[in-house]
């Protein structure tokens, strides 16, 4: 529709899962635009959040919607741009972005930082940078395609934001174009690092210290005094927080209509550091229960080390409804367990519960082995059945680093017998003890990563899973990625592309040759230069640089990175390099994108949607055939999921394992091709 006092056009609707033009860049349309979240109700305290994982290990910019995504006109997401200087951006909470503690099967993790205009004035934002940051912390594939990327003219005005060598945003138009902030409303920045795989933090980011670089928010009109930079640092929060909920199965008696039944339990975070706590809630509706802090604290919180805070819950059945059966969900940024499941039960629908503890009682969230001895190492733990009826559960092993230690690797009872998949049972209260033993003989690893899989008939917890190391400490060598392709390069520009060195082991691994073979070798180049040394469960970032001089045509140029290691199990592993060199002027690749149906965490035995209907042609007249896309996927060990096609815009993959997938698509229009990923994550 027609604003006739600005002459502009309007979109008059917001679908969900767009992005809507709450926050324009005068006028810029929704395709593009940056989501906008509402102001909330209550104060919120700003630290490190799951969002959804996504596939690149940078900085992501959710802004999310406005208010709501159902609103009727995008009028309602504020009032048009005005010039009178009362804006006011102040940081939510605190005005530092901490970084979480390391997840040993998510690599990838989130923190975020929120900014709201408190202000009457609307407040823009005219730079965003991430600055003397690791190169573990930088902006993302999806946050650079919807804004660093975009060229948007609505009503004849170019936005054009311009970058440095980091992808960083400079500026966003040296005409004054910015992000707007309307007053009231909050925009929520989010950053992705990548971390060490093993559990250990990057160097550059060493627990404790504040290096890991500044994030400098520049604003216009904003009320920020001084040079009118948000400077907010970038920390590490230390020893990650640990979630313990007691009990984690509320039973109430046989209901009686009307009658309310009360009953407790504790959030406590026993971890040395803090942990974010994002939401309490039943996992289904249920008017007849309620949930209340006795305190009554707001979510979200940060529970520093050791804080405790109570839950009352209420149950007033009506007549008709006179028994229960649901869950309590919490959520929180705890590097082990992000979601706690309370079973929510009446006596007359008993259910078990599983709990998995240490020698101490302690909830077990990950097994260290001892160092071997006379060829075997074990380690013990507890099962018990905290629930009102009979537990079953049974065993699994599954993301074994490297698959052929399952055959070192059983778990034996408190006779020292093999249970090995058989189904085992618990009544109401009764605990009985287990060792996880690692015994590799003659010819196998001498050690081994993976998860320990308990599958249960608890309601609530129906699977169990727990990280191990075992073993000798000597390397395990992995690769990131074992193909590294360019797509179409202009002559002298050189490009690099990174893939990272693991060392998922307990000694270190020497890399003592990267050697780059074949008949375009010379076009490639390797850094940091061979020999290098990577630390115990650590990684080490490899870059490749490919560069042509001149081409009087279209050129395809191969060649192949070998890597030369001191793992005795895996001691060489290449990797693939594929570019393509051009002149100016000639077809330019096609923009690649990944739409995914759903949200994460996606759950085993769901089904995602893929769909390459996002990407687009760069060229005029555009020439792009995504009926011709070609799409792969990688899985996590134990799994025999593929995907429904092999081309197509649009296919589908059914997850029957949990862990971390990640779905490649190529897009190609005439003689040039783009390649994209994307992560999904699965519990």
Do not use: K
Request: proline share 7%; hydrophobic share 35%; charged share 20%.
């Amino acid at each position: 529709m027609r604003d006739p006092a600005r002459g502009r056009t309007r979109r008059a609707s917001v679908a969900p899962g767009t992005w809507p033009a709450a926050l324009r860049a005068r006028g810029a349309s929704a395709r593009t635009s940056p989501m906008l979240r509402g102001s909330s109700a209550h104060p919120q305290t700003s630290h490190a959040f799951p969002m959804g994982p996504m596939n690149q290990r940078f900085l992501s910019a959710a802004l999310a919607a406005c208010a709501a995504l159902a609103l009727s006109t995008v009028a309602a997401c504020g009032s048009d741009l005005g010039d009178v200087d009362t804006a006011q951006l102040e940081c939510v909470g605190n005005c530092e972005v901490a970084l979480p503690a390391p997840n040993p099967s998510q690599l990838s993790r989130t923190a975020f930082v929120r900014l709201t205009n408190n202000g009457g004035a609307p407040a823009r934002i005219t730079g965003l940078s991430v600055a003397e940051s690791s190169p573990f912390v930088g902006f993302d594939d999806e946050f650079r395609r919807r804004v660093l990327n975009s060229t948007l003219q609505p009503d004849g005005e170019a936005w054009d934001p311009v970058l440095n060598d980091n992808n960083n945003i400079t500026s966003f138009d040296p005409n004054g174009i910015a992000f707007v902030i309307e007053p009231g409303a909050t925009l929520q920045i989010d950053l992705r690092v990548t971390l060490q795989r093993g559990g250990s933090l990057n160097p550059e980011c060493p627990n404790g210290q504040a290096d890991c670089g500044t994030l400098r928010i520049e604003t216009r009109n904003s009320g920020v005094s001084g040079d009118g930079i948000i400077r907010v640092p970038i920390r590490v929060a230390g020893d990650g927080g640990q979630l313990a909920v007691d009990p984690t199965q509320l039973v109430f008696s046989d209901g009686v209509a009307n009658v309310p039944q009360t009953t407790e339990f504790v959030i406590q975070n026993i971890g040395t550091g803090p942990v974010f706590l994002e939401e309490v809630r039943l996992g289904a509706p249920d008017e007849n229960v309620t949930i209340r802090e006795t305190s009554n604290i707001s979510l979200p919180i940060t529970m520093t080390a050791g804080a405790r805070f109570t839950y009352r819950v209420t149950w007033t059945p009506r007549a008709g409804e006179l028994s229960i059966s649901n869950s309590i969900v919490i959520r929180s940024d705890d590097a082990i367990n992000p979601t706690i499941n309370v079973g929510v039960s009446s006596t007359g629908d008993a259910a078990p519960a599983v709990e998995v503890t240490d020698e101490a009682e302690t909830p077990l969230r990950q097994l260290d082995f001892p160092p071997l001895e006379d060829g075997r190492s074990s380690v013990p733990f507890n099962v018990r059945n905290t629930g009102s009826a009979t537990l079953t559960f049974s065993y699994s092993f599954f993301n074994l680093i490297p698959e052929d230690a399952r055959q070192s690797l059983r778990i034996e009872d408190a006779d020292g017998l093999s249970v090995g998949s058989a189904q085992q049972t618990l009544n109401p209260g009764q605990t009985r003890g287990y060792r996880l033993v690692f015994q590799p003989g003659a010819g196998g690893s001498p050690a081994v990563n993976g998860l320990m899989r308990m599958t249960t008939n608890d309601p609530v917890r129906t699977r169990v899973e727990i990280p191990f190391s075992a073993g000798e400490a000597v390397p395990l060598f992995d690769l990131s990625d074992t193909d590294l392709r360019w797509g179409q390069i202009e002559n002298n520009t050189p490009s690099p592309r990174e893939f990272l060195v693991f060392n998922n082991g307990r000694g270190n691994l020497e890399v003592t040759g990267m050697e780059i073979t074949g008949t375009h070798a010379a076009l490639f180049s390797v850094s940091p230069e061979a020999p290098l040394t990577v630390g115990p469960r650590s990684s080490e970032i490899i870059t490749v640089v490919y560069e042509r001089e001149s081409a009087p045509t279209l050129e395809n140029h191969q060649a192949t990175l070998t890597l030369t290691t001191t793992d005795e199990a895996r001691p060489t592993a290449t990797v693939n390099l594929v570019g393509i060199s051009t002149q100016a002027g000639v077809t330019l690749p096609p923009t690649c994108v990944i739409n995914a149906s759903g949200s994460e965490p996606y759950a085993v035995g769901g089904t995602v949607t893929l769909d390459a209907g996002g990407s687009s042609s760069n060229n005029d007249p555009p020439d792009l055939n995504l009926s011709q896309s070609a799409w792969f996927a990688t899985r996590p060990d134990g799994s025999r999921a593929t995907l429904s096609a092999e081309r197509g815009q649009t296919v589908s993959l059914a997850f029957d394992s949990a862990g971390t997938w990640t779905v490649f698509l190529t897009v190609v229009e005439r003689e040039a091709e783009t390649r994209c990923q994307r992560t999904l994550f699965v519990e």
